[in-house]
């Protein structure tokens, strides 16, 4: 099993519409997620944090299963702006900042 | 602004020559730092941590004599690209953490470098 597994891509999905990616880590003693953006030939780029069970930030929410080690994105009304690909990444635990990375999900909003 | 500044951000090379990528960490201390490298359609994969004052440490599969990794400072990671060919091209992206314990780490990212060997 993959230590940080994403769901395959990529979604195309129309603006305004609502669109969920999942997550899954095999370590159970990871203590914290991350949700990275990267655009296109660009770095990552911070978009939410999860320590506790979820985080919401206005079109975005981040929801963190422990139980069955998986943790989602939800985006709401997306916009033409939010086309890009999503990186679950999870810390290696007490490794000092190292990221293991999902493989990325694209997303594509049309108008 | 940046936090951790990346140079150059794109380099195009020929063949058995070697490219240096520099990772600078530019208002906190980093004694870790980590490079990643991305090929198309694909995520980030972790080639090495640098740790400063001490040898880098390689993931399997990675060659630790064609990835030469030099921290000589607190806020400055090199990357040399030795004898480049044509499968080595790829972004090479470099991150350093800014760490505040367990749960308040985070990583900055450099801009990254898009290498062309030709």
């Known amino acids: 099993r993959k230590e940080v597994e994403q769901d395959p891509g990529p979604f195309n999905v129309p603006e305004g519409a609502t669109v969920a990616f999942n997550c899954t880590y095999s370590n159970s003693a990871s203590q914290s997620f991350f949700w990275y953006r990267q655009d296109c030939r660009k770095e990552p780029k911070l978009l939410m944090s999860v320590y506790s069970s979820g985080n919401e930030d206005g079109r975005f929410t981040a929801q963190l299963n422990r139980a069955s080690q998986y943790i989602s994105l939800l985006i709401r009304d997306s916009k033409l702006s939010d086309s890009a690909t999503y990186l679950c990444v999870v810390p290696s635990y007490n490794q000092g900042g190292k990221l293991i990375f999902g493989q990325g999900t694209e997303l594509s909003v049309k108008p | 602004g940046a936090v951790v500044s990346q140079h150059p951000s794109w380099v195009i090379c020929k063949s058995g020559t070697s490219v240096k990528i520099e990772c600078r960490s530019l208002?906190?201390?980093?004694?870790?730092m980590f490079w990643y490298r991305q090929f198309p359609k694909q995520s980030l994969m972790l080639m090495a941590t640098s740790n400063e004052g001490s040898k880098a440490t390689y993931e399997q599969g990675v060659e630790k004599d064609k990835f030469l990794i030099n921290h000589a400072s607190l806020t400055l990671s090199t990357l040399t690209v030795t004898s480049a060919h044509p499968e080595d091209s790829s972004f090479y992206i470099c991150s350093a953490p800014r760490l505040g314990g367990q749960l308040n780490t985070e990583a900055f990212f450099g801009q990254g470098t898009r290498l062309t060997v030709v």
């Open positions: 208002d906190f201390q980093a004694t870790t």
